[in-house]
């Protein structure tokens, strides 16, 4: 049998080595050309072939089958999976975690490794699977639901397995005492948590499941992935890759069980409250996730939940890059992204810009001239917004427009059979907090008057303090201005970019360098991924005894 | 002035190699020899000279004074404190935390290891007031509640140093992107994660205060102590060097903050439970830890409660000593330690040792007469138990004679003024679990017949799981039986230590070195020190802009 810890030591290595430095390191490539002839060809046949059958994850499994996915795009997936129950599933993940926690830290770790290769290899197959589950375009699929997900992944492997390479395996404990001393053989051991329960979304399954998922399975606990109905597939395509290589280890399967539920029929409370789940990681709304907050206690929680992410135009150097930059960024994804942002302060009496003093009417006038710039090409409008993943998005839009004035509408595109929208732009006043302090998911922004970029400053830092932020966005040529913002933003728990203009965008957030949601607002408690990601998803227990003399 | 971090780098660098290492290390001697010579004499002097009068730590406070300690030994303490509104301390620790956020890593570690090292110069004073709130008996005042205690608070400080210094201040972020480069500098800021709110127990009130203390201290969080009403003193006097070394660096010394109450007028939950606050560290019983997981909710909690410690004899190849070191861990500080064992489980068909077969009856005497035998001097007798912390505790023992066959009574020593009481040993059988399985705090223990050795480690591992534990002890000659053993304690999350006999006992957990409390079963979800114990109480926010070309 090969060595899996051995066959991927490099990698680990510079994935530890990367995560400590946090500069530019990406694992897998997000470039589809750096993967082999042919393969997105293959992909989709793999995927037309999978539609209207039963996904099956174990052989003679004859739980009922759930699943009623349907593509943002159109048509139906018709793929169904086995629905354990959820005592089914925890005797389960017990049975096959206590062969999982008594592995060592370089098996469990080779095999994390080994998964996150193959899923690599399945980044096409994933990719289709994302995008007919999540709406996301096709090079959107690729990128957030393959290799940037498989580094968010690697990235929770390098944190875990640093923290617990950190507690030594054996020591002699030797106590001077007098002429002689006492002397003890200790053994630390490094035990799991309990079993990790991962809650999927339906927006990201991958990106936003990984970290959990792998921070969970290389500290010894047994997973139980629950994937939103809507984005059941990645994730199932996921364990599929995960179980292969557990059982060729030698390990039982059940190590990762998917659970899919229905809307009909949830069991995401159930599960969260058993009381052998011993962590649950979930990415969703603020209201499960609050229900998980406060009632899944004595478990460690963690959540990305909402917010309302801001940018304040204070002046710039660069107005047309500028206004182009906050425009694909409200149209990528169709604002779908928890990072998008929401909500632009702008001074009532305009900005200084290069091209001299810019009325606040130029200003969202610009940005809305950029956005319909950027989508006059309807290919390129379509691979920039993808789909609506949720109908409840268009009537979202629809119950928006009478918010605030209307800057620039939202529109459909013109593509057969897929849910679409382009952003709609609000002006409003600093006053109307109701509209746009509230999360509005979805293409949905408002430009917002305030006295000036203080109260700009001071309204968006205290948005993220009180209804949590996952991002920010400063334009200012003031460099005193700037100084000052920083450590409001700080405070705030928000990660700020100043100045963002190019191919460089709020919404980005990179593994091995970004620490997303900073767990210090209201948006979510986790951070993808710090150090307090992973550290109590296991620990330690020491076992001392007289050394021999 | 001094630059306190460069003053203690050599120290700090010791300590988180130490902390890496696991071996035996210690920073402050444990003996009282090692301390100039008279300071035992000045402290009872400086004791004496408190007693009777209000100890102010900020001048011109009017607040009410509340304080009504009582010596177990005797006396009341007669020394009193000022008790702030929960409004106006949080008040003062968002203000004084604003600076203390703004000081850099280096400033505040600095600044902790300066205070750290000014206990350690107050350690008879401090040991006078830990023996004259706690009972503790002079010599383990000193040790536990000065030096031990110091390295306790200095590997906390260790574990945060080393979580944050992981976090790079400033990054260049240079993704490659065709022929050119986006380029990013980011910048990482540590921000804390709140008040961070500290509750003192009444019987180590140093010891298991100072890790929380530092920890949150280090990571900038402002932080209130709220002391046991029994055992302000220790606190108080701590506090009062702290706030010293602070105002001397240019910080307002509200950064820490003394919060006595009075049994009468409780202010924990409301402490606990103010929005502002971030963290809770507790240590106490199940009961305050149970409401605190239920109700201080979106707050990092970390808990030390309540378990019941276990041993299991098996077989020894050294029936005396084993006894004697049983005994020891009987009565040493009146079992008022959370480490001191409860129960011990001996086959009812008895055990074989090195001078042959022992009857079950030969084991419980065998222990009842080795404690006997400790106990015998008065003199030792009233250094190894002390005296007795609270009254209800003599309650207990006697309401616990009625629940098994007396092998060994509990009598009071022959101390003018002193509450004491040596251990109740009392013989049941593996069946009246509702005898020996509840925590019956203070010298109470039950020698429980079970089926066999195995029977026993189920018990004890069971007992672990569903109670919680904190050490459990093991004696077996039988090198295959430890084998199996050690993985059932280890899924138990509770140390384990075997065979000890001679001048190691299975209450002592050192720092540096012994996990104390696993945080994996329900005696507490908190571990001194791990990783997961000082990560969460920061985070990280990133600031990135476009590089300089």
């Not at 801001?310 to 150097?317: E, G, L, Q, W």
Request: glycine fraction near 8%; include cysteine.
């Amino acid at each position: 049998m090969v060595d899996l810890f051995a066959a991927h030591a490099r990698l680990l290595e510079s994935a530890v080595a990367a995560a400590r430095g946090r500069g530019f390191w990406a694992a897998f490539p997000e470039n589809p050309k750096a993967y082999p002839e042919g393969g997105a060809a293959e992909a989709k046949a793999a995927f037309a072939a999978l539609r209207g059958h039963p996904l099956e994850l174990a052989t003679g499994d004859d739980a009922p089958l759930v699943g009623a996915e349907v593509s943002p795009f159109g048509a139906a997936l018709g793929v169904t999976y086995r629905a354990r129950t959820v005592d089914d599933l925890i005797a389960r993940a017990e049975k096959a975690g206590a062969g999982w926690a008594a592995a060592s830290i370089a098996q469990r770790t080779g095999i994390a490794l080994e998964i996150l290769g193959r899923l690599n290899a399945a980044s096409f197959l994933i990719a289709e699977a994302v995008e007919h589950t999540t709406g996301q375009a096709g090079p959107m699929a690729f990128q957030a639901g393959g290799p940037h997900a498989q580094d968010r992944g690697l990235e929770a492997v390098a944190y875990a397995y640093e923290e617990m390479s950190r507690v030594p395996g054996a020591v002699l404990w030797e106590k001077p005492q007098g002429r002689s001393a006492i002397r003890l053989d200790k053994d630390f051991h490094v035990v799991p948590r309990g079993i990790g329960l991962v809650i999927g979304c339906a927006t990201f399954p991958t990106w936003n499941s990984y970290p959990a998922l792998f921070a969970d399975l290389v500290t010894g606990n047994a997973v139980i992935v629950k994937p939103h109905p809507a984005a059941i597939l990645p994730l199932a395509l996921t364990l599929r890759i995960a179980r292969e290589v557990l059982s060729e280890e030698g390990f039982d399967p059940d190590v990762v069980q998917l659970a899919p539920d229905t809307p009909e029929a949830p069991i995401a409370k159930e599960l969260a409250t058993h009381p052998a789940v011993g962590i649950v990681d979930f990415t969703g709304s603020s209201e499960f996730g609050g229900w998980l907050r406060e009632n899944a206690k004595d478990r460690l929680v963690f959540t990305e939940e909402a917010g309302v992410n801001t940018i304040v135009v204070a002046s710039t150097a660069a107005f047309g890059p500028m206004c182009q930059n906050i425009a694909f960024s409200l149209s990528l994804y169709s604002g779908q992204m928890c990072t998008a942002p929401q909500v632009i302060f702008v001074p009532a009496g305009g900005i200084e810009t290069e091209a001299g003093h810019k009325s606040f009417e130029e200003v969202a006038t610009g940005i809305a001239a950029a956005i319909d710039a950027l989508l006059s090409e309807p290919a390129r409008a379509a691979a920039v917004l993808g789909a609506i993943q949720n109908p409840a998005t268009l009537a979202r839009i629809d119950q928006a427009r009478s918010l605030g004035r209307i800057v620039r509408d939202s529109a459909a595109l013109k593509v057969e059979g897929a849910r679409t929208a382009t952003p709609l732009l609000l002006a409003v006043d600093a006053a109307d907090e109701a509209a746009y302090l509230e999360e509005r998911f979805g293409p949905i922004a408002f430009v917002v008057a305030v006295a000036d970029a203080a109260d700009g400053v001071a309204r968006a830092t205290r948005a993220a303090r009180e209804k949590g932020a996952i991002t920010a966005a400063l334009y200012s040529t003031d460099e005193a201005e700037i100084a000052r913002a920083v450590p409001a933003y700080a405070r705030a728990g928000v990660p700020l970019s100043v100045n963002l203009t190019g191919g460089i965008y709020v919404n980005q957030s990179a593994a091995f360098s970004d620490y997303h949601v900073s767990g210090a607002n209201p948006a979510g408690n986790a951070c993808l991924t710090d150090a307090a990601f992973v550290a109590g998803r296991f620990r330690v227990v020491c076992v001392r005894r007289p050394a021999a003399a």
